[in-house]
Structure formats: C-alpha cells, structure tokens
C-alpha cells in the first residue's frame, strides 16, 4: 500500500473588525485545495481534484459555510 498525506490547511486571520480572511483547505497530491473566503458574510470554495479540503467560510452578520471537500481516490494495479 501507498498512502500519501495531503498538506495542512491554512489559518485563517481576523482583525477584531469585520473584515479578515478565512483559512484556505488543504492540498493533496492529486488534487487542490478550495480558497477561504476573502471577506465578510462569504463561502469557502471548494476543493478540486481529489482528496483535497475546501475553503473556510467567513460569516460575521450571516452563517457561511466552508467549501465542500472532494472526494478520495483509489487506484489498483493489477499484476499478471
């Protein structure tokens, strides 16, 4: 078996005012992670490839949701 981790996300920063960004997801080897969101009351973007994060979201007056994740992926080989 192989397994290959994908990276950490990134954090996200708040200026004490409504204003900031949120924390980008984290990358794997076959895939990309989604954007944070780059200003107040915003979604997360979501990831794409494989097995990568999605972006946070940003909400001060409204609830925003993170980016969705992708999906993993399985590769078999077969040996005759």
């Known amino acids: 078996d192989i397994v290959t981790p994908g990276g950490p996300g990134s954090y996200g920063i ?3 005012t409504p ?4 924390g980008n997801g984290s990358n794997s080897q076959l895939g990309g992670g989604g954007r944070g969101a780059q200003g107040v009351d915003a979604d997360g ?5 494989y097995g990568a994060g999605g ?3 940003m909400g001060a007056a409204t609830t925003s949701a993170g980016g969705n994740g992708s999906i993993g992926l399985i590769i078999i080989e077969e040996y005759a």
Not at 19 to 22: E, F, L
Not at 45 to 49: I, K, N, R
């Open 14 to 16: 708040n200026l004490g």
């Open 45 to 49: 973007s979501a990831a794409v490839g």
């Open 55 to 57: 972006g946070g979201g």
């Open 19 to 22: 204003t900031g960004t949120a």
